[in-house]
């Protein structure tokens, strides 16, 4: 059985990959079952960037092959922002609710129509000799007015799907897991692990 370090300590997206992968014969090991592991400074440009970096690093470290992603939300208003930059958004030390407030506050009097938003999900699955292989998903909505919902993490209780009528807070996991950024590219992700990596393995 394939063994696949998940290179993350927020539990929230532990939770979400270990929903969506549970289906493949593998073995997932969080960062808190290793002896002290490197923190990894996230300085890069892009998501990718960054989520390269988590997995090769953390890969070679571990020697185990390692699943790591960078996420965020992208406002058109803001020029992109808070991108990259979307966990501490508020600050170095920001909470989702000091974050959700301050984008709030920045979008104040803006109609919903101009309030375009979109989830990106960069994930990146290294081997410790330096291979990877890339997958992208994105999910696009707008910036409700005020958080709606007690599901989720981050922006999910101010990022309004208007398909569905609802903040992405407001949907079962099982919802989200079938339409967010991560569930696409978790699901490009699970078949470049059945295609390179099970498959490989069985040879």
């Known amino acids: 059985m394939a063994k696949i ?30 002896d002290r592991p490197p923190k990894i400074l ?6 990718l960037d960054n989520a ?13 092959l390692t699943l790591a992603d960078d996420s965020g939300l992208e406002v058109d208003y803001l020029e992109g922002a808070p991108g990259v930059y979307s966990a501490r958004f508020a600050g170095e030390n920001a909470s989702d609710s000091d974050n959700n407030k301050k984008l709030l506050q920045l979008l104040a009097g803006l109609p919903l129509e101009k309030r375009q938003a979109r989830f990106i999900c960069c994930l990146v699955i290294a081997y410790p000799d330096g291979n990877y292989y890339v997958a992208e998903g994105k999910c696009e909505g707008l910036i409700a007015f005020e958080p709606k919902g007690q599901n989720g993490f981050g922006y999910d209780p101010i990022f309004y799907l208007p398909q ?5 807070a407001e949907l079962s996991p099982e919802e989200k897991n079938s339409l967010s950024h991560r569930a696409e590219a978790m699901r490009k992700m699970k078949q470049i692990i059945i295609d390179n990596i099970l498959r490989l393995s069985k040879e």
């Open 164 to 168: 569905l009528a609802m903040t992405m």
């Open 52 to 64: 390269k970096k988590k997995a090769l690093e953390l890969a070679k470290f571990s020697n185990l």
């Open 5 to 34: 370090l998940l290179a993350t300590g927020n539990e929230g997206k532990i939770k979400e990959f270990k929903k969506l992968l549970e289906d493949l014969p593998i073995q997932l090991v969080s960062l808190k079952e290793l």
């Open 42 to 47: 996230e300085d890069g440009k892009t998501f």
